[in-house]
């Protein structure tokens, strides 16, 4: 469990382009949380990822793990960067390694497992981001970019953290990778990585992956809860330059019209289940 | 770390330094140098620091600014500061141990030399610190265009200068990007003996290295598209005018080198 309270960050303190990314921003990370994270351009998802990462310089606030208050962020910082793996955006650009075997071994190996255990590792996280074992030896630089995309992420799940955060994994992917990635994400959730945070610009995403979302603006934690109560609050979202899944906005639409749906349909899936039930009704 | 490199970083404001024509404050800088270079006596240096003292004032730029950019700097200081001050043979000695001997002479070289080094890094940031780059780089392609009679690429010369400088900080931010992701993975950057840190550094230079190869080329293709095909025939949005500054700073330096001069002549005359 990770909890920040009244964090604060600050880009380039004291100077003229300091730049406040986090304002007071309080978040609780349970273990089991399938968390969503979603704001506009510049909102401080990032900066809020690195922070639970322990990458940045201390922030104002107070950080504890499991439990345990830390008095100062760099102790906590060290605890964080073993619990938590932290998937940048555009991850294939820090690939480095020969092959892809041996740059998703990097991590593992950084930990200190054994041999046998990193094989284990670079093989099931392979296996698990659908990167085949005949592409193991070639070298990362010579892969399309979905593949590099998955090596990288390979990369950070095969270090097994505990808390699993991909900062806008689907950015740049077409619809099939993207999928591809959400259920890959959603089945290690399941048995891998007991905590995952999605960082995405997409609404629907959103909605069909995760159950609980919060909404940075400005560097405020506005909204935090179940995924369906986010959207329900519709303008909120717009007023902050986001949205609600299109097909939240066609389901309004249809109730505008006079068809009877509920307000609560955030996938294309359940929308779809709803208008059947009206149309077998004979309505 | 990476944030003190302050080399070919521009503070955005507005002042006497900031208005003037960047080949004004080029040649300023070389006849700068030449005059810190000429600088011997005490005298002379107290000269030479009350002149960065005044461009540092007038700049409006923040002292720590200019000042953070020496920190890089500390190891090469370090190092003149040692040879000067154990290679000097000259003059009396004060301390000797095996082949090392200190002498005066050599304090007081090691310290100018010192000096000199940290106002000649004052006084070229100052340069990149008032211009942005835009404005150097086209001081600079019109300060060799004479040249170009005699072979000299003038303008690419300038456009690689300005393309370099563009991306300093870009480079920067990616290297810090960087560092965390692999941080992030569990490298360790900062234990080790010297091999393995160097060997530490590979999984941050080579997605570098990679990563400027392909902005150069992404780069280069926007630029074809833009049809860009080098000098020949360019104009400039901004062109460049001598104006009142200008013709200040012109005698501001007339008046530091014949005030370095005057110093000189006192000094071998024996006046002070
Ligand atoms: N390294 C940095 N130095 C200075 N300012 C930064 C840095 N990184 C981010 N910022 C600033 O902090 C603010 C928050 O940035 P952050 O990257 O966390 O936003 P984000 O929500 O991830 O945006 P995006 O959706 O575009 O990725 C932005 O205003 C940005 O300009
Ligand atoms: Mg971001």
Known sequence: ?283 | MLRDITLGQYYNTSSPLHEMDPRTKIIGVIVYMAVLFMASSLWEYMLAALFTAFLIKISKVPLGFITRGLKPLAVIMCFTLALNLFMTGTGNELFRWWIFRITDDGIVLAVKMAVRLVFLVMGTSLLTLTTSPIALTGGIERLLSPLRRFGVPSHEIAMMMSIALRFIPTLMEETDKIIKAQTSRGADFESGNLIQRVKAMVPILVPLFVGAFRRAEELAMAMECRCYNGGEGRTSLRELKFRRVDAMALTAGILLVSAMTALKLLKNGGLI
């Open chain 1, 1 to 283: 469990m990770i909890e920040l309270k009244n964090v604060t960050y600050t880009y380039n303190k004291n100077e003229p382009s300091a730049r406040v990314a986090l304002n007071g921003v309080s978040l609780t990370l349970d273990d089991g949380d399938f968390l969503g994270l979603i704001g506009h351009t510049g909102s401080g998802k990032s900066t809020l990822t690195q922070i639970i990462a322990g990458l940045l310089p201390p922030p104002e606030g107070s950080v504890s793990v499991d439990g345990r208050d830390y008095a100062d962020y760099k102790t906590a910082a060290r605890e964080l960067r073993k619990k938590v793996g932290l998937v940048f955006q555009y991850p294939e650009h820090q690939l480095f390694e020969e092959t892809v075997y041996r740059d998703i071994a990097f991590g593992p190996k950084n930990q200190k497992l054994t041999e046998d255990e990193i094989d284990g590792r670079v093989r099931e996280a392979a296996r698990r981001v659908n990167i085949g074992g005949d592409l193991l030896d070639k070298s990362p630089f010579d892969l399309s970019g979905g593949q590099k995309r998955r090596v990288a992420i390979a990369g950070v799940v095969a270090m097994k953290p505990e808390v699993l955060i991909l900062d806008e994994p689907t950015a740049g992917l077409d619809p099939e990778g993207r999928d591809e990635l959400l259920s890959m994400l959603e089945e290690l959730h399941g048995d891998w990585c007991k905590t995952v945070i999605l960082v995405s610009h997409s609404m629907e995403d959103i909605a069909r992956t995760v159950k609980t979302a919060a909404v940075m603006n400005n560097g405020r934690l506005v909204m935090n809860g179940p995924v369906e109560d986010i959207f329900s609050c519709g303008d909120e979202l717009r007023s902050m330059g986001l949205n609600t899944p299109q097909i939240s906005r066609i389901v309004d639409g249809l109730i505008a019209a006079g068809l009877p749906l509920s307000r609560r349909i955030f996938t294309v899936g359940a929308a779809a289940d709803e208008i059947e039930k009206i149309v077998r009704g004979g309505r």
